[in-house]
């Protein structure tokens, strides 16, 4: 079986070819090509199929077989290389992203920070800053754990550029907050709200790492297990439950806390899962379609009940 590999503008990337047996995989064409190019890892690249006049072009998934994507040709393919740049694992990006948020919140509370701002250095600290600081620390210390114990993911990389521009998000959003949260001149809500709040967002936390373990169990190690239908628990009722949950343990967070750089991060946050939640909700419904002996996705709440 010869192999053309082309750019998306149509030159030819590997003169002549690339030459694979004819039960060759997608893995083994990118073993190849890496053998020509070093930089170019297999997390580096992608391969799609020449792309039609009609729909997106189609990725090749590794571990399959060419052939089943090029039955109709005759020992002649071609696949359009696509770079993807310098990667880094999602465990990496997501452990930079959680880091900075677990190590600078707290600076704000332990450090008189504030006499460089022209406040008083000396400040009284009210009870729901201390457990405003014990619940951030929770939170990302757990993301930390999950992620290198709970978490499968389907992709091993993201790119490099990733790891800078979502810690920029996460480490600029948990200064501000801490910030204001901590400030000499805060003005706690009062103990009823703090406790509705610490306590609506607790529950979310543990809904949320349940939903993460069920998660977990659709994939196998290595992320193995293709796209499949999330049921149980809240999965039964919301597509994306774990969005769900986090969403609203911020809602308690900012409830028990009250600042506006918190619900800033609340509405900045929903905004972007919503719009996670609204592709995978699609996506589930298309290849779920009831349909040649597929499972039909049931109608449920896409992420934030009784709203969306």
């Not at 696509?82 to 992203?97: N, R």
């Amino acid at each position: 079986m010869k192999v053309s590999v082309v750019s998306r503008s149509g030159r030819e990337i590997i003169k002549g070819g690339i030459d694979l047996s004819d039960n060759a995989t997608v893995d083994d064409l990118k073993a190849s090509i890496q053998q020509r190019f070093k930089k170019y890892s297999p997390a580096r690249q992608r391969l799609t199929l020449p792309q039609s006049e009609k729909g997106k072009p189609v990725v090749l998934e590794r571990g399959k077989r060419l052939k089943d994507y090029f039955e109709k040709d005759e020992g002649k393919l071609a696949v359009v290389f696509k770079d993807l740049g310098p990667q880094v694992a999602y465990s990496t990006l997501f452990f930079w992203e959680y880091v900075g948020p677990l190590f600078i919140y707290p600076i704000f509370y332990y450090f008189p920070v504030y006499k460089y701002f022209g406040c008083p250095a000396e400040r009284v600290i009210h009870p729901v800053q201390t457990y405003g600081l014990y619940y951030w620390c929770f939170h990302y210390a757990n993301r930390i754990l999950e992620t290198f114990f709970v978490h499968r993911f389907s992709h091993a990389t993201s790119p490099l550029s990733y790891v800078f521009r979502n810690s920029c998000y996460y480490w600029i959003f948990g200064a501000v907050i801490s910030y204001f949260v901590n400030h000499p001149l805060y003005t706690p809500v009062s103990e009823k709200q703090m406790k509705i709040g610490f306590g609506l967002g607790i529950l979310c936390q543990v809904a949320n790492f349940y939903c993460h373990i069920l998660l977990r169990n659709l994939r196998g190690p290595g992320g193995k297990g293709g796209y499949q239908i999330p049921s149980g628990f809240l999965f039964n009722i919301v597509t994306c439950a774990n969005y769900t949950t986090e969403i609203y343990q911020w809602l308690g967070f900012n409830i028990a806390t009250q600042t506006v750089a918190g619900y800033t991060f609340l509405a900045v946050s929903t905004y972007v899962m919503s719009n996670w939640a609204l592709a995978k909700h699609r996506r589930l419904k298309k290849l779920f379609d009831g349909k040649d002996g597929r499972p039909k996705y049931a109608r449920r709440w896409m992420i934030l009940p009784p709203f969306l």
